[in-house]
T-cell receptor, first 113, second 113 residues
Framework: SQKIEQNSEALNIQEGKTATLTCNYTNYSPAYLQWYRQDPGRGPVFLLL?????KEKRKERLKVTFDTTLKQSLFHITASQPADSATYLCALRPTGTASKLTFGTGTRLQVTL | DVKVTQSSRYLVKRTGEKVFLECVQD?????MFWYRQDPGLGLRLIYF???????EKGDIPEGYSVSREKKERFSLILESASTNQTSMYLC????????????FGAGTRLSVL
């Protein structure tokens, strides 16, 4: 069966460190993979997209990698700050499907001083 | 900025009531979506619409219907609310051919008593 898995346990890190979140998928052929941020009581907000033929994408302190052999994407936040505390969702659009995304359950990140 | 507006942030309804959740987007997006989000289950697609009067069932359409009479507005209808429909409901929109980046509303937290 098709699955997208993110670590359901919260990730706690110290301010200034690099946070790394994982998204694994099985039985999908994603055209691309997206990462969203969700704050409590709010809707998700798009952060980054990476295509199947790209290995890495960066935006300011954010970096996403995509390994289609391992069927895994890693999301990094460097020099993390308490304001980065939120839940991060990965989403993929399988090849051959139009417009719809499948979301992971998200990983909650807590950055402490 | 894209704006997706959901008509209510919080709703409390009684079992058996007919419930309407409204969503309006201001960016002329073709695609609109309704999700529900529950702890541990993530975002699950209820219904999707790719054009006015067009709809497609998502993963969990049972107990729900939708209406899209105008491009900017997508309504979710609970014909006879039940307690297991207590959840956070999120509306999203995306442009056709736009890498499927979705823009979400703030969500409606519905409690069915």
């Amino acid at each position: 069966s098709q699955k997208i898995e993110q670590n359901s346990e919260a990730l706690n890190i110290q301010e200034g460190k690099t946070a790394t979140l994982t998204c694994n998928y099985t039985n999908y052929s994603p055209a691309y993979l997206q990462w969203y941020r969700q704050d409590p009581g709010r809707g998700p907000v798009f952060l980054l997209l990476i295509r199947e033929n790209e290995k890495e994408k960066r935006k300011e302190r954010l970096k996403v990698t995509f390994d289609t052999t391992l069927k895994q994407s890693l999301f990094h936040i460097t020099a993390s700050q308490p304001a980065d505390s939120a839940t991060y969702l990965c989403a993929l659009r399988p090849t051959g499907t139009a417009s719809k995304l499948t979301f992971g359950t998200g990983t909650r990140l807590q950055v402490t001083l | 900025d894209v704006k997706v507006t959901q008509s209510s942030r919080y709703l409390v309804k009684r079992t058996g009531e007919k419930v309407f959740l409204e969503c309006v987007q201001d960016m002329d997006h073709e695609n609109m979506f309704w999700y529900r989000q529950d702890p541990g289950l993530g975002l699950r697609l209820i219904y999707f619409s790719y054009d006015v009067k067009m709809k497609e069932k998502g993963d969990i359409p049972e107990g729900y219907s939708v209406s899209r009479e105008k491009k900017e507005r997508f309504s979710l209808i609970l014909e006879s609310a039940s307690t297991n429909q207590t959840s956070m409901y999120l509306c999203a929109s995306s442009p056709l051919g736009g890498l499927d980046i979705q823009y979400f509303g703030a969500g409606t937290r519905l409690s069915v008593l």
